[in-house]
């Protein structure tokens, strides 16, 4: 595989690749985290002159939105856009795009080894910058920092795939080495084959990555056992989504609940002075809003399979529940039936709109 | 509580067979369990996921979907579908650790109406050893 | 006053005979459709399943029935014989004896009661005399028509004056001792003979020991044995002792490819039927032990051969070549099979049950009847048609199809009966109709915005349903409910006072939706629908309670739960009626003209059929002469002249007014739907044109294999059989002697890559063989096989061959013949060919004149462009999938186009013939309607709540939806849409609905089955 090897840390190389490709034209556009000047808030970034890219921080481990989400319908503007997106918002783009909710036609997909992003509070309290020294230790030495994301200690999925470029950002780092970039595509190949650094052949060393590849199935096993133990059975769903309040903003900030309007938000949905006459006539009792379960139940059914478990809906819940460590476990089992991996590969067909003659001989 | 439980199934049965089929089972006057609550639907493809979800939480004891047997499909490829969504639904069930054997898919033809008995009756009994269904006693779903 | 002559008479209402009438029906035609039995349906209803595809046979032939029943074109006469059929072609009066029935059908309920009473227990004819039935009764239980009929050569009263059970016990006074048998004339202008075959009667065959050992039975037999609903409810049992057998021996042949009995024709259909059978009763039983004794297998259909792969490699189904001589039978009832191998070896087996294979013959009495019509029989009995003109009899104006004119299996009648109907349209005067013309417009009630007024029915059915379920207490429940204007209960809601009642009570109280709890809706919601149609509310604003065959009588014994679950099930369908809405039928115009793609013999004799019926025909070609395949075929085995008929036929394509050929032309892009469709054409010299039509036919051919095998193409001497039948035609032959001429089969067919048999190379083969013989006398034939699949009445051309002294040796796919030049530097050198002899268990060797290969029929490359244009189906092997193997064998699912020829699957010119006329005559439904109307139940999208997706692109088989990808969301083809909701419930954001199944009404169905909460939960 391609590769350039910039004499400078990632985040300073990874600034330089940006430059090189919005300054020689290659893009019209760099799509990354930035920090907001002066006021340690962090956004999502569209850049089209080169002057603000110094404000850009396309490493940090913050996501104030899944990327994927804004970049649909910019994808689709016919302009050239280079996107830094982490490997879960990479997959979870690749999910829409077969979706029909962008395309990866116009786009430089740039994406990194990660080390996992701070939760959004850790975030809302500006104290990013100052976590960042300590993030940046531990990373680099293929461990888990405590105060990322739930869902980021257990994911697996941090080396990105099939991004057009690559930078290496997590792991353990042998001192001096530098930024490493890996070129995976022709497209990549060509935009960058002015770009300054040191051009050769290289592949990402996965030894690197073992120790925290190990650390993270751990920390999954742990999630998910826990997750099992209390959210069991009709009761264990009682406890943990009892606390819902319905405010469905775990589905808006879903990068797979691509409709324009939730179903379950829907007038399908939203009964009229007999039903709930008809409910209460024979239950005597009825929370409101109604279809709490259903709707994270249907929500399973629509998604799961596809869910990259980039920990967005647990961070927006106002009254805490997991719903990123459930719809990722349950996603895991839904997605294995059907031997889909989300976000692996663009022409690999969604399960639900495929069938095989043959399968499922148990059923029926 | 001493009342009897008298399980109640929720049955989607496709029109081509395996609705045609229950039908034959009381042409033939195959006698089989009163828990079974038919109720056609044009092709098993039409039953939306959250319809088995929707039945299920709305206290059914068991949730049957019948469909004619794979390749036999009225339209065409309907119930291919039908197994890949059921199997997902299944999964999510299980994965929650909810009772996954209130779902049912059968493939019943439409001249198979012995086998429409038979099933009605095993499922019920199946049914019946489970007990109910505990979301008849929530109100928070 | 109708034009009478604008009708058409269709004999024998079996599969053929029911899609006759059904072509017939849709193209405006009169149909009356005459059956001898109690019930149309003919053999299909008997069988369990069907090869390849293990379809349910009932499953599949149902909706066909019911379709046939009611179409207001189509008259049934049952029970009833054709005697006469006197006029000329055009203009025929037919005399048609309808036997007495002695049960009023318009009476009859099908209750049943009548049967369970009669003292009288007789045969069952249905399921092969492996139950009885009663001398009033059903033919089957999903006879159609349902109603009773009584049998007067066993009925106590009829016969001997005593009785009368059926008539105290009737409760609609429906039984009329006094009923007389019928004799009427109806006056036609053509008619189609389908009176199908009857199943051999191995009574003769004393080897075999049939009625004398209990354990032997005929594969009919046995088919009821599998079926869920035959004797033995599928469970398949021996009747010497009612245990399950373990082994069972099929022993084929039995009745066919027999000279001895003067049936030296090949069933065609019973290899697939045993491997079937095999198959299914392996599935029934894993640990059962399947064998099936044969000469040759013949699996020559397309996919057979996979099928018969699956048997033997999957399933394990043992296939032994040998020739079973003669079945004893040891004490407790098991067989044993003596048979000899291909080496002469004798073996002795035991087996728990022998099905024996029976052939297909003609029809008890087909003599008698071509005596009376004036047709000829060939010598086996079958009605003669000759090659060219397949579906035709002797007699102009009397069509053949189905078995009656040879072996056929399910979708080969099919073929011929749609076949049939393009000869018997061209003797109509057929104007193109309209579909809701002659029925009674009726101005519709706005219902729209009025607040559902319900009106329930119960029906008690006699005792059906009220014997069981209290009938008062459901109709009295149903007045509580919301919405529910009126409710009584009614002693038969299908009979012509109820329905006028029904009408009434619409009337006086304002209803605008109206649920009748009673029978099926599978039989019973198409009446009720006219009904209140009549009253002037949209039919779909009627629902139907299923509190009979799904509940009194399922649950008999249980009269409370029965009541309880009539209760919910009015309740739920009240809920669903609440909130059904008027559905329209919208009309879809249809182009009259027709674009026919391919100009081989397929593609001319659609484009004929259609343009005899007065369509305008594009008939495509890419080549710049017409005919394909056919140019390079100068025999028939049965003497006819393949080159003259092909003259003619040009000639008639060329001055046909109606007929438009393009030749050197290429499709470009086709757009549209059915009715519609637009089609962008480059000619030769690149002008480019755009044609408008009605329908597509698709007859793009095949090709012989090019094949790199057994030297061909490096030796002079190693030719195909299409050069070598052009060689026999020309009498070119190579210099020196012709001596030794060997024959191989099955080239580059039946193997990887090409799992499928090329069908007519055997029986190709043995022609050429023929002919090489009557212009070579001295040659010596080898010929290397794998299977002769010389099938239906090639069989005997095959045997003389045999007779003549060739010399067969069959080789196996490890086992090829080997080939080497005799002078390897001399490309005129002759071929050394190494034979294995399976007989002798040795190699033969011959240093061949001629080596004449039968390389496999590929089908054309061009078909993927032509399939993703017009969005349809090929199969692994890259030919067209129809819409379905069995019973749509022309259709896709895609409505409007149609497929026939060798793009089809591999097969001979009377095959082509037959599948290019059902083409054109499926065509010809669609084309002789100026329009037709959309399902009524189809898929709407909501646009604003539509993310475009294409979840339900994917889903859907008819390619009725696609995304619009300018405005990025889902469109629906009305036209296209068959409603099964499949991409409903693909659509995550609840876009989609399915009119008359809207996720709101099926809600508002299990809402209403909502289960009270157990007391005291809070």
Redesign the interface.
């Known amino acids: 595989m391609s590769s350039i090897t910039i004499e400078k840390s990632a985040s300073k190389g990874i600034n330089d690749l940006l430059r090189h490709l919005l300054s020689t034209g290659k893009v019209d556009a760099v799509l990354a985290m930035r920090m907001m000047p002066d006021t340690g808030a962090w956004d999502l970034a569209l850049v089209t002159d080169v002057k603000n890219l110094k404000e850009l921080k396309p490493l940090a481990p913050v996501m104030t939105v899944n990327a994927s989400q804004v970049l649909s319908n910019l994808s689709l503007s016919g302009k050239k856009i280079a996107a830094v997106l982490k490997p879960c918002e990479l997959r979870a783009f690749v999910e829409r795009v077969k ?3 962008g395309s990866l036609e116009n786009l430089f997909t740039i994406s990194h080894t990660c080390g996992g992003v701070f939760p959004l509070d850790l975030v809302a309290e500006g104290k990013v910058d100052r976590l960042l020294p300590k993030y940046e230790k531990v990373v680099s030495a293929g461990e888990i920092p405590s105060n990322i994301r739930d869902t980021c200690k257990a994911c697996e999925h941090f080396i990105p795939m099939n991004a057009d470029i690559m930078v290496s950002a997590a792991g353990e780092c042998k001192p001096g080495e530098g930024c490493m970039i890996y070129l995976n595509s022709d497209k990549a190949r060509e935009a960058l084959s002015e770009c300054t650094g040191e051009h050769g052949s290289a592949v990402l060393d996965s030894t690197s990555l073992e120790k925290l590849a190990t650390a993270r199935a751990r920390e999954r096993e742990k999630l998910f056992s826990s997750i ?1 133990k209390d ?8 406890n943990i989504f ?1 606390k819902c309040v319905g405010c469905h903003g775990c589905s808006r900030v879903c990068p797979i609940c ?6 379950f938000e ?1 007038i ?1 949905f939203d009964y009229n002075l ?2 709930f006459e ?2 209460l006539a ?6 409101l809003p109604p ?4 709707f994270h ?2 929500r ?6 596809s869910c990259v478990g980039c920990g967005m809906c647990s961070d927006v819940c106002p009254v805490g529940i997991p719903v990123a460590a ?1 719809f990722s ?2 996603g895991e ?2 997605a294995s ?2 031997d889909y991996l989300p976000g692996r590969d663009v022409t690999e ?12 001989p148990e ?2 | 509580m001493n009342k009897e439980f008298k399980p109640r199934i929720t049955s989607f049965l496709c029109k081509w067979c395996s609705y045609t089929g229950a039908d034959l089972a009381g042409t033939s006057r195959l006698q089989y369990s009163t828990s079974i609550i038919p109720l056609q639907v044009m092709c098993s493809s039409r039953v939306d996921p959250v319809f088995l979800l929707k039945a299920y939480l709305s206290g059914s004891d068991g949730v049957l979907l019948g469909g004619c047997h794979p390749g036999d499909c009225h339209y065409e490829t309907g119930n291919y579908h039908t197994r890949r969504r059921f199997a997902l639904v299944k999964e999510v069930f299980e994965s929650l650790g909810l009772e996954s054997e209130r779902l049912k898919l059968s493939w019943i033809s439409a001249s198979e109406g012995p086998k429409f008995a038979r099933v009605a009756n095993e499922y019920t009994e199946e049914i019946r050893k489970l007990g109910e269904n505990p979301t008849r006693k929530s109100i928070f779903l | 006053m109708k034009n009478k002559k604008n009708s058409v008479l269709v004999l024998g209402a079996g599969i053929a005979g029911i899609q006759a009438s059904l072509d017939l029906a849709e193209m405006g035609v009169e149909v009356h459709l005459i059956e001898g039995t109690p019930t149309i349906g003919g053999r299909m209803p008997q069988l369990d399943k069907t090869f390849p595809t293990n379809d349910c046979s009932m499953c599949i032939l149902s909706p066909k029935m019911s379709e046939c029943a009611r179409h207001s074109l189509i008259t049934i006469h049952i029970m009833s014989n054709l005697e006469e059929v006197s006029g000329t072609p055009g203009d025929f009066v037919c005399r048609v004896i309808e036997r007495a029935k002695y049960v009023d059908p318009v009476k009859c309920v099908s209750c049943g009661l009548c049967e369970a009473k009669c003292p009288v227990k007789i045969d069952d004819e249905f399921d092969m005399g492996l139950r009885k039935t009663k001398a009033i009764s059903r033919y089957f239980l999903q006879s159609i028509p349902s109603e009773y009929t009584i049998n007067p050569n066993y009925c106590l009263f009829l016969t001997k004056g005593v009785c009368k059970l059926c008539e105290k016990v009737c409760p609609t006074g429906a039984i009329n001792y006094q009923d007389k048998d019928r004799e009427i004339d109806i006056n036609v202008g053509a008619v189609i003979l389908a009176t199908g075959i009857d199943p051999f009667d191995p009574i003769g065959f004393g080897q075999f020991g049939y009625h004398r050992y209990s354990n032997v039975v005929t594969s009919l037999e046995f088919e009821r044995m599998l079926s869920a609903s035959g004797p033995f409810g599928g469970h398949v049992v021996r009747a010497s002792d009612e245990k399950p057998p373990k082994k069972i021996a099929f022993i084929q042949c039995v009745g066919s490819r027999d000279e001895s009995i003067d049936k030296n024709y090949c069933s065609s259909a019973c290899c697939m039927f045993a491997i079937k059978q095999s198959i299914i009763a392996k599935e029934h039983s894993k640990e059962l032990d399947a064998s099936i004794f044969y000469m040759d297998i013949r699996a020559f259909g397309k996919d057979f051969d996979k099928y018969y792969d699956k048997a033997e490699n999957h399933y394990g189904v043992n296939f032994i070549r040998s020739k079973v001589a003669d079945i004893v039978e040891l004490p407790g009832g098991s067989l044993e099979l003596r048979y000899t191998f291909e080496n002469g070896d004798i073996q002795l087996e035991v087996f728990d049950l022998v099905v024996l294979s029976i052939g297909l013959q003609p029809r008890k009495g087909s003599r008698k009847l071509s005596e009376d019509l004036d047709i000829r029989l060939n010598k086996y009995g079958f009605c003669h048609s000759d090659t060219f003109h397949p579906l035709e009899t002797t007699r102009p104006g009397i069509f053949v199809c189905g078995a009656m004119n040879g072996p056929k299996d399910i979708p080969e009648s099919v073929v011929s009966a749609s076949g049939a109907v393009a000869g018997a349209v061209k003797l109509l005067k057929l104007e193109r109709h309209d579909v809701s013309k002659g029925e009674e417009e009726v101005i519709e009630k706005d219902v729209i915005g009025e607040r559902p007024r319900v009106g329930v029915f119960v029906c008690h059915c006699g005792i059906n349903i009220a014997g069981v379920v209290d009938v008062k207490n459901v109709a009295e429940m149903a007045k509580g409910l919301k919405n529910v204007e009126h409710s009584e209960d009614v002693m038969y809601a299908c009979s012509t006072d109820c329905l006028e009642m029904i009408k009434e009570r619409i009337e006086e109280h304002d209803l605008n939706r109206v649920v009748v709890a009673a029978c099926t809706p599978r039989t019973h919601e198409p009446l009720f629908r006219d009904t209140i149609s009549g009253a002037g509310l949209n039919p779909y604003l009627f629902e139907m309670a299923n509190i009979r065959d799904q509940c009194s009588w399922a649950h008999m014994n249980e009269p409370e739960k029965a009541t309880a679950k009539s209760r919910d099930l009015v309740e739920m369908a009240v809920g669903k009626a609440r909130n059904l809405t008027p559905l329209k039928r919208l009309p879809i115009s249809i182009d009259p003209e027709a674009l026919v793609i391919g100009g081989g013999l397929a593609g001319m004799t659609s484009a004929l059929a259609i343009a005899d019926a007065g369509h305008d025909v594009y008939l495509v070609e890419k080549e710049s002469v017409l005919g394909g395949n056919m140019r390079d075929i100068f025999f028939n085995l049965d003497g006819s002249d393949p080159q003259q008929f092909l003259a003619e036929t040009i000639e008639r394509i060329e001055n046909h007014p109606g007929i438009r050929v393009l030749m050197d032309s290429n499709i470009g892009e086709i757009a549209g739907f059915v009715g519609n469709f637009r089609t962008m054409l480059t000619n030769g010299s690149g002008e480019q044109e755009e044609l408008t039509h009605g329908v597509v036919v698709v007859a793009t051919g095949g090709s012989e294999h090019k094949t790199s095998e057994y030297l061909y193409g490096r030796s002079s001497r190693v030719i195909t059989q299409k050069e070598f039948e052009r060689m026999l035609h020309e009498e070119k032959f190579p210099p020196g002697k012709l001596r030794e001429v060997v024959f191989v089969q099955c080239v580059g067919s039946r193997e990887e890559g090409r799992m499928y048999c090329s069908r007519v190379c055997c029986s190709k083969s043995v022609k050429n063989a023929r002919q090489l013989q009557s212009k070579k006398a001295k040659a010596n034939i080898y010929f290397a096989y794998r299977d002769i699949r010389t099938y239906g009445f090639s069989e005997q051309y095959y045997s003389d061959l045999r007779n003549s002294g060739a010399l067969f040796f069959r080789y196996t796919p490890g086992n090829k013949p080997e080939v080497e030049m005799v002078h390897p530097d001399d490309p005129d050198s002759r071929i050394r060919v190494t034979l294995f002899d399976p007989v002798l268990e040795k190699d033969v060797v011959v240093d061949a004149d001629l080596l004449v290969l039968a390389p496999a029929i590929d089908p054309p490359e061009e078909n993927l462009k032509l399939a993703k244009m017009l969005k349809i189906p090929l199969n692994s092997d890259g030919l067209f999938l129809e819409a379905h193997v069995k019973l749509r064998p022309v259709d896709f699912a895609t409505d409007g186009i149609f497929v026939c020829g060798l793009a089809h699957s591999p097969k001979d010119m009377s095959e082509s013939i037959a599948q290019a006329k059902a083409a054109g005559s499926r065509a010809l439904t669609f084309l002789k309607k100026n329009s037709i109307l959309a399902e009524g139940t189809i898929a709407q999208v909501r646009k604003d709540r539509c993310s475009g997706c294409g979840y339900c692109e994917d889903v859907c088989a008819y390619a009725a939806i696609e995304i619009d990808m300018e405005e990025g969301i889902a469109v629906i083809n009305d036209a296209l849409c068959k409603g099964c909701g499949a991409c409903v419930a693909s659509c995550r954001c609840g876009a989609l609905d399915l009119r008359g199944f809207t996720n709101e009404q099926l809600f508002s169905v299990f809402d209403s089955l909502e289960i009270e909460a157990v007391e005291g939960i809070l």
Do not use: W
């Open positions: 979706r029909e909710q099992e959210c069991s059975g009709l009761d264990g769903l009682v009892g691509y409709c324009t309007l939730c179903d829907s399908n007999p039903y008809e409910h024979r239950k005597g009792a009825l929370r279809d709490t379960m259903l139940m249907g399973l059914t629509h998604m799961s399979f459930v476990r349950t089992s839904t039936i059907f067909e969604i399960p639900v709109m495929i069938f095989k003659e043959e399968e499922f059923l029926g």
